[in-house]
């Protein structure tokens, strides 16, 4: 019987040559096995869904670009953009796909009753944390659960630029009847901008002639946050 470690060795020289699941590292799996998921960073956990990479791109690079994909593209590009990354295709694209899914599914706090735009913040505090604003809607039912937290647009370092009709098509498909919008400011400053202010008073101004409440605007950092709502900006 061969053991598991002359697999790993067989695997490491068919490698070389581009013929057997190319650039494979099976070292994330075994750090898994021994340490658990929770233990490994996102490239590891990227590294196990895709499984193998090709002889021009190792497993490791492939997943470090699909990382990059997925925090700066929105989420319904993803699809598409994942595709067009060299030695991804629609087999590994479904696949990470499919996971993502998954984990909003189980880990997702579907019908979680929003009584206060701050319940809110637990739940996207993590984007606090990149390098890019993100612009996300929360879209709510008519009880305030929550139904679905997604991002809009990926913007620079200090601007994300979004219209009334990419932060309202998706709310309105699911019958939502209120949202919150959320997005981070780098900077670690949580003054809202011009561009935030003008921005929230479109959205205020759609909601009216869409049926669909905007409850609040937050701006958030590492630190902090900000409540258009709190601060009357805006909202009267």
């Known amino acids: 019987m061969i053991s598991e470690n002359s697999l790993y060795s067989i695997e490491s020289k068919f490698s070389t040559c581009g013929s057997f699941e190319s650039h494979y590292k099976p070292a994330a799996r075994e750090q898994l096995e021994a340490r658990g998921a929770e233990n490994l960073n996102d490239r590891d956990l990227v590294s196990i869904l895709l499984g193998s990479g090709t002889k021009a791109m190792p497993v490791t690079r492939l997943a470090a670009h699909v990382l990059t994909c997925l925090k700066t593209v929105p989420d319904q590009n993803w699809a598409s953009e994942l595709k067009k990354i060299e030695g991804m295709g629609s087999g590994k694209t479904s696949t990470i796909l499919a996971s993502i899914e998954l984990g909003r599914r189980f880990g997702s706090p579907e019908n979680i009753k929003i009584t206060n735009p701050k319940d809110l913040l637990p739940l996207v505090q993590h ?58 400011h780098p900077s670690g400053n949580v003054k809202p901008s011009d561009d935030d202010i003008d921005t929230t008073v479109r959205m205020l101004e759609a909601s009216k002639i869409l049926g669909i409440h905007l409850l609040d605007h937050l701006i958030i950092t590492q630190n902090n946050y900000y409540s258009f709502m709190e601060h009357s900006l805006v909202f009267s």
């Not at 390098?131 to 679905?148: P, R, T, V, Y």
């Not at 991002?151 to 919150?180: C, F, M, Q, W």
């Open 127 to 184: 984007y606090a944390l990149q390098k890019q604003e993100h612009f996300l809607c929360a879209s709510l039912n008519g009880a305030n659960e929550l139904i679905k937290i997604r991002t809009v647009s990926v913007g620079t370092l200090n601007r994300a630029i979004t219209h009334p009709r990419e932060v309202y098509s998706d709310p309105i498909k699911e019958r939502a009847a209120a949202i919150i919008l959320v997005h981070n």
